[in-house]
Structures are given as C-alpha cells and as structure tokens.
C-alpha cells in the first residue's frame, strides 16, 4: 500500500470520528439551545390545532384543541419575560356541540394599561348537518382581561336560508377594528361577516359581502384593518378554474401573452370609516374583482387582468406605516408565490394593488410573512409542492423586501442539504431585525401510508435573512405527519388534520414554537411548547447621528435572562466587516460586566472621538461572491502563475538545450508585465467596484466621489454599522447593529 492511500486511510478514520462527534455535539446543543415543556401531558384525550399570536407587547397568546374539553387557552407572563406560558384555562362553550373542528383564531387589542381584549372564534359542526354534506356553525368567545372568557351563546353564522350552519373549508378569521369592535368573517360559497361592540352579542343573520349571482368557492376569507381604520376583508376563489380556456388549466397562450379573463378570482372589500375612530357601514357594493379592475391593462403579458388560481392560502399584512399588501401562492398552472404592494389610491378613493410579482425561481407554496418595525417585509415558503419538481426545489426558501415590496432579494434555501420535503414554514422576527423560521421536517419520503414522520427545524438570522448560520432541528422525538400527502402539497389544515408547527417572538425577543407531538401508532397527541435557550438581545434605538457639537448617543441594551450561562462583557466591531472600530468611533458600556440574574438592561455609548473618514480598501471582496473587478484580477493572476510556471520550463530547457539568451528575456519580460498589470488592477480596484456583502458600508452622501479616500470635507458624512457583541460562558451573541452616521 502506497503512502499516500495509507494516509488517506488515517484521515478516514479521523474524520469518522470526527463526524461522530459532531454529531453527538449537535445532538446536546439542540438539547441546551431549546427548553421544551409539554402543555398537556394528555392521557385520554387528544390535543390538535395550535395557534399562537404575539400581541403588541410581545406576549405570547396560545391556543389548542383538546378533543374531550374544547378550546384551551395560555397567555405568558412578564414575570417569566414573556417566555413561560401562564395557567391554562378552559374557552366556555368550546366542548360537545361546539367542539372545533378547525384551528381556533385569536385576536388582541391592547388598550390603556395591562388589561388587553381578547377574542377567539372557531367553527363546529352543526349538529343538523348531513353527514354528505357537513356544515358549520360559527362561535366567539371574549375576555376583557383581568377577567373571564365569556361565550356567545348562540351560533353566530345562521342566516334564514342556512338555518342549519354554512358550507365551510376553513377557520373563520377575527380582526378588531379602531373602534374596537370585533369583526368576524367567514364562508366557502359566499362570504359572511358579523360585527359585535362587545365580543360576545352579534346581530342576526349576518351580511354577505358577495355581489348577487356570482359563483364563488373559497377556502375562506381573510380580515384586517389598516392604519387608516379602513376594513379590509380579501379571499381568492376557483370557481372557474376548470372552465374552458380557464387561465388555471393553462390553455390560452399564444405568443408569451395570456389572453384569457376566467380562472381564479381575486376578490377585496373594503369599507371606509367616515373618520378614524368612527363606526363603519359595511357592504357588499364595497366589493370589487382584482382580476377585473386594478390588474387590467398593466401588464403586456396579462393585458385582460391577472387570474390566479389559489385556494385558501391568503396572507393580508401590514407594511411599515400600516397598508395593507397581499401574498399568496398560486396551485396551477405554476405554483407561484406572488404578492400585490399598496400602489396609493384609485379615483374612488379606494386602496390601488399592484400587478402581481412572483417571487419564486421553484414551484412554491405555503408562503408566510412577517413585517419589521423599520418596515421591511420577510417572507418564506416551501419548495417543490409537485413530486415531480426538480431537487433543487425542495427547501424552505426566504427572500426579504426593504422597499414596501417593490423589489426582494434573491430567494435562499434555509433547510439542511438533503431536505427531504420540508413544508408548511412560519416566520418571526424580532425588534432587532433578527429572523427565525420553523418548519416541518418528514423523517423520510412521504408513503401517504399514514405512518409519516416530521421533526421541527429552526433556522435563524442575525443579519436580517442575508444569512442563516443557525440551522437546528427543535424537536427531541419524531412526530406523526398531521398532513395527508397531496398533490399539490395541502396549502393549509383541514379538518382532517391536526395543525402545523407556529412560531412567535416574545418580550424577551426569545424565538418560541407549539406543535403537536404524537408518536407513531399512538392515540394520544400533545401540545409541544418550546422555548429558544440561546443568548438573544436587543438595541433600542437603532440609530443615531453624531457630530462635533453632538457627539455622543445613548442607547440601551435588552438581553435575555435565559440562555446566558454567566456574567455578560460587552463590546463593539464595525458590523460589516467584523474588525475594530475605526478610529474617530468609540463604545463604552454601563456597567461593562453585567449579570443577567440580576438585570437585563444595560447602557452603551457611542461616542465620535475624531473626524469621520472612509476607509478606501477595508477589507478584500468574498471569495465567494467577487464583484466584477475582481473577476479580471483572477485571471490576471492566472495568468502571471502561468507566465512564471513558463518561464522556469524555458529556463530549464533553455540549460538543457541552450535556447538564446533573447528568447529567454522576452519570456521573462512578459512574465513581468503581466505581474505588473495585475498589481495595477489590485491598487486601483476600489475606484470601479461595488460594495460585496464583505466590504463596509460606507456611503458619501455628498461632496467628494464614491469610493474616494476620504469623504472628510464639504458636509460629508459617514454612515457605518455598529454592531453590539455580547460575550458570556466562552461564546459570543451579536444581539444586533446600530446605525451610525456621523459628520
């Protein structure tokens, strides 16, 4: 055996070692990294349905169906920071008859002081419902904390020609609105809503908001109020989708343009209050189809209007000044994830949507979203819905929006390598920009055979989603899949399903996650709940300007108590390049050890100590990623190694067969051109390129020209990222950045 294949053979085995090791590692860390408390211990009955909602306080509001007991419901406490759940109360009225038979919604309302409204709805089968045909009535059920949860006492969803419940596919949706009403919407061939003042007495029969005579099938509608106090209730149909030259069968296409208009609908009401704080007139003449109106005339390729085909997968969201935007994922002919931004507004004083934007490159589904305070939207979705879409598709993939959704980043893959089927994900994303994703992850290809495992992933990002370095699966045991395997992948739970796996961020900006756990062949299901143990933290405010005469800003730094293993030190790095400060910056904490057992605040101060100046080559392009510059210093150092190893081959010929002298000199001084070009290129590189993601933000707002040497004089100012390192128990959190500019 040759040396060298004998030391590939010790290498193999230390690498084997190596591997098991990691492995056993990876299996403690996720065992330190999340603290998990099962909220039922269930020995009879079975739990299903999670729901979780984050207030605007940050607490947490959780809860599941029990199949013996109805409706259970926690809420967490600050006395816990926000990241243990309270005691767990039974919903009144929630059991026998009106037993849920989907996912409970929950909506809050803050209002002055620590007494929050609360209001959750649900939907159960009517007891005179033909078992060919099931219906569903629809309950709410409201607390005015300290107090508790009282219950309509009358299903809310009969109408005099539907005494006995409505067809439904889905969860009635819950929304306040600024008067502090409560608003409840629902319907799968027709689209209902009831207003109550106070959350429990709503009026009968409800309304519908669907123009007279028009066909519809919905999964169910979705409802929010904007900042504006304007009501908003939206939802997608498909009743035309199999119609002849329905967009949805992909039939009409001549010359790359879709001259269709029937398919999939996009349907929108919206209600204007006469002032903010006033009462509202609902009606149906506030409805009108996207498909016919704003999405007409504005494309080349769908000159006739967009016509989607998506059934119960609709997000409503609020971007950062509260307007309302849209995203879904289409099922056919391409499964899209696609979203409509707030344009302004039309004549009649109603909200202008966008034509539809795809964000995808894979067949997509089950998209997810949340927003930031600073207003960028972060949104996820799983890949490959089709089992026969290309491997590459299979993920959980995320793209982020700083622009109200105008533009998104080019979409990553935050699942493990070999994923096999990831799905149904959900995002957070805490004050300090930091994202969290979970997800569903089956142990192995789906049979359908009803013996189909999934853990929960987690994967997290402290540079806003540009990358997700914390990739974690969360549960210790593998779980019964709750979804039937479909084609395309279910968008949303049924009734014959059990829920998938929610994610929120509490006041301790502590990712958490429910699910429910039930193992192979068991009858019994719980609800996991599951908190984040690492560090986490926060920077309030995020952003300050600095001057001579203004030198100095205060901010205060949030670190959680759980997942610090001691004392805290403190310290600062330039936030896109990881190195020191420059040198007209300084930080300074107070105090600069803190102990989190005993407090979670503590003061930094950044000072401007010197003149402002821009650095011209910081730090090198990523090799990962080179700009375009860079690219023709490569090669030409290629080629100077090429040249080199040249002319030492001319050189030992040259002795062995006495070449001239000549010939040896031009070869030698090409060599040294090359080398000399290459340098050239180097030093004068910083003029032409553009900032990588590896290089310092720095960014001359006026005066002398981008990436000059200084940007000094003339009113300049600098703008860089400070980013707060926490360092405890030999390890070190990045709690987040503050944005500096300084002149």
């Not at 479909?486 to 998938?500: A, E, F, L, R, V």
């Not at 070869?667 to 180097?682: E, N, S």
Request: with cysteine.
């Amino acid at each position: 055996m040759s040396k060298w294949v004998s030391g590939l053979c010790r290498f193999r085995s230390i690498a084997f070692a190596g591997c098991v090791a990691l492995i056993f590692s990876s299996v403690v860390a996720r065992a330190q990294t999340f603290k998990i408390t099962n909220l039922t211990s269930n020995s009879a009955s079975k739990a299903s349905f999670p729901t979780m909602v984050v207030d605007g306080s940050g607490t947490l509001n959780v809860a599941w169906i029990d199949n013996a007991k109805g409706i259970q419901f926690a809420r967490s406490t600050s006395a816990a920071g926000g990241t243990a759940l309270g005691a767990v109360v039974t919903i009144p009225g929630s059991n026998g008859q009106a037993l849920p038979a989907f996912q409970p919604q929950i909506a809050v309302r803050t209002v002055s002081g620590p007494t929050p409204n609360i209001e959750i709805v649900w939907a159960a089968l009517d007891p005179a419902s033909p078992a060919s045909a099931p219906t569903y009535d629809v309950f709410a059920s409201r607390a005015n904390l300290p107090g508790p949860f009282v219950t309509t006492p009358l299903a809310i969803s009969t109408t005099p020609t539907t005494p006995n419940g409505v067809p439904l596919a889905d969860s009635p949706r819950v929304a306040f609105d600024t008067t502090g009403a409560v608003d409840v919407v629902w319907g799968q061939n027709n689209v209902w809503i009831s207003q109550s003042i106070d959350g429990t007495q709503f009026p009968s029969p409800p309304m519908s908001l669907m123009p007279e005579n028009t066909p519809l099938d919905t999964g169910g509608p979705r409802i929010a109020v904007d900042a504006a106090g304007n009501i908003f209730v939206a939802w997608t149909d498909e009743s035309g989708k199999n119609g002849a030259g329905s967009y949805c069968t992909g039939e009409v296409m001549a010359n790359g343009t879709v001259t269709n208009a029937s398919g999939g609908n996009f349907w929108i009401n919206e209600t204007l209050p006469e002032s903010v704080g006033t009462p509202v007139n609902l009606s149906a003449t506030n409805t009108r189809n996207l498909s016919k109106t704003d999405w007409v005339g504005v494309n080349s390729k769908f000159p006739l209007g967009f016509y989607g085909c998506s059934y119960d997968n609709l997000n409503l969201f609020l971007d950062g000044i509260g307007r309302l935007h849209l995203l879904w994922s289409d099922d056919s002919p391409f499964q899209d994830v696609l979203t409509s931004e707030n344009h302004g507004n039309r004549a009649d004083g109603f909200t202008l949507f966008s034509f539809p934007i795809n964000l995808a490159t894979h067949s997509a589904a089950s998209p997810n979203v949340a927003v930031d305070k600073n207003g960028s939207f972060y949104v996820t979705w799983s890949g490959s819905p089709d089992p026969g879409a290309p491997k590459d598709s299979e993920g959980i993939f995320f793209s982020r929006s700083d622009d109200a959704g105008s533009t998104f980043t080019t979409e990553v893959n935050v699942a493990p390598s070999g994923s096999i089927s990831p799905a149904f994900p959900q995002i957070a994303v805490d004050p300090n920009g930091n994202v969290n994703v979970a997800w569903e992850q089956p142990t192995a290809a789906l049979k359908g055979d009803g013996g189909d495992m999934f853990n929960v992933f987690f994967a997290r990002s402290t540079d806003k989603g540009n990358t997700f370095p914390t990739v974690l699966q969360v549960s210790t045991n593998p779980s019964v899949l709750c979804f039937k395997p479909t084609n395309p992948i279910q968008m949303t739970p049924d009734k014959t399903t059990c829920g998938s796996v929610q994610i929120g961020v509490d006041t301790s900006s502590t990712p958490d996650m429910v699910w429910v756990s039930q193992a192979s062949g068991s009858a019994i299901a719980d609800i996991d709940f599951a908190t984040a143990t690492f560090p986490t933290g926060s920077i309030s405010p995020n952003a300050a300007t600095l001057s001579a005469s203004n030198a100095l800003a205060n901010f205060t730094v949030t670190v959680s108590q759980s997942g610090f293993p001691g004392p805290i030190t403190f310290s600062c790095v330039n936030g896109d390049t990881g190195k020191a400060l420059p040198s007209w910056l300084s930080c300074s904490f107070s105090p600069q050890t803190l102990n989190p057992s005993q407090s979670n605040t503590d003061t930094l101060t950044i000072s401007r100590v010197g003149t402002p100046t821009a650095g011209l080559f910081i730090s090198g392009p990523s090799s990962r990623n080179l700009p375009g510059f860079a690219r023709p210093v490569a090669w030409n150092a290629i080629l100077a190694m090429l040249w080199l190893i040249a002319a030492l081959v001319m050189v030992a010929l040259g002795r062995r067969r006495a070449l001239s002298s000549t010939f040896l000199a031009r070869g030698l001084l090409l060599m040294t051109l090359t080398i000399a070009l290459t340098v050239g290129l180097v030093s004068c590189g910083g003029s032409t390129s553009s900032p990588s993601s590896s290089t310092t933000t720095t960014t001359t707002t006026s005066g002398g020209g981008a990436g000059g040497g200084g940007g000094t004089g003339g009113g300049n100012s600098v703008t860089m990222h400070v980013a707060v390192l926490a360092q405890s128990g030999g390890s070190t959190t990045n709690l987040g950045t503050v944005t500096i500019t300084a002149q």
